[in-house]
């Protein structure tokens, strides 16, 4: 095992956690109805709008940040992004080493940044039917996938880092 990722395993075809839904299309579908929903039935918070434009941008840019640190590092690794496809190694450096899904924590980042710089309470509360996808049907597969996949090194590895942040 180097320090970047655990050991390759050689993956079969089927061998997966079997999302066929992908996250980032999850992620596509709650905004847009969020921006839906905004437009249909404005819900403007009432708060002042410069802080909440900094603020939204700072989450925004952050949750991009750290997603994109996440996602780089599997890209650089070789290691598949997509969730019906089989994992190489396991990814425990970089952003994983703070999370074990900060490219879904920045998805939910992104969310609630955009909802915050539009001062939007339909795209502030955007990210609870995704947070809500990934934690009760993405996760829980792509765990109970790469502890069969893993064994002892994810174990390890959930014991050390958070699930979320």
């Given at each position: 095992?180097?320090?970047?990722?655990?050991?390759?395993?050689?993956?079969?075809?089927?061998?997966s956690p079997g999302i066929q839904f992908m996250p980032p299309r999850a992620f596509t579908l709650s905004l847009l109805a969020g921006i839906i929903l905004e437009l249909?039935?404005?819900?403007?918070?009432?708060?002042?709008?410069?802080?909440?434009?900094?603020?939204?941008?700072?989450?925004?840019?952050?949750?991009?940040w750290f997603m994109m640190?996440?996602?780089?590092?599997?890209?650089?690794?070789?290691?598949?992004?997509?969730?019906?496809?089989?994992?190489?190694?396991?990814?425990?450096?970089?952003?994983?080493?703070?999370?074990?899904?900060?490219?879904?924590?920045?998805?939910?980042?992104?969310?609630?940044g955009i909802g915050l710089a539009a001062r939007s309470g339909w795209l502030l509360l955007d990210f609870l039917p995704l947070a809500a996808y990934l934690r009760l049907?993405?996760?829980?597969?792509?765990?109970?996938?790469l502890q069969r996949r893993f064994a002892e090194t994810y174990t390890q590895y959930c014991q050390k880092v958070r699930r979320w942040l």
């Open positions: 095992m180097n320090a970047h990722t655990s050991p390759k395993i050689k993956a079969t075809a089927q061998d249909a039935f404005p819900w403007h918070l009432p708060l002042p709008f410069l802080p909440l434009l900094i603020g939204g941008l700072a989450v925004f840019w952050g949750g991009f640190w996440g996602h780089t590092r599997f890209q650089n690794l070789g290691v598949n992004v997509k969730t019906n496809r089989p994992a190489q190694s396991l990814v425990v450096q970089g952003a994983h080493r703070y999370s074990r899904n900060p490219m879904y924590v920045g998805f939910l980042m992104i969310l609630i049907y993405v996760i829980p597969r792509e765990e109970a996938y």
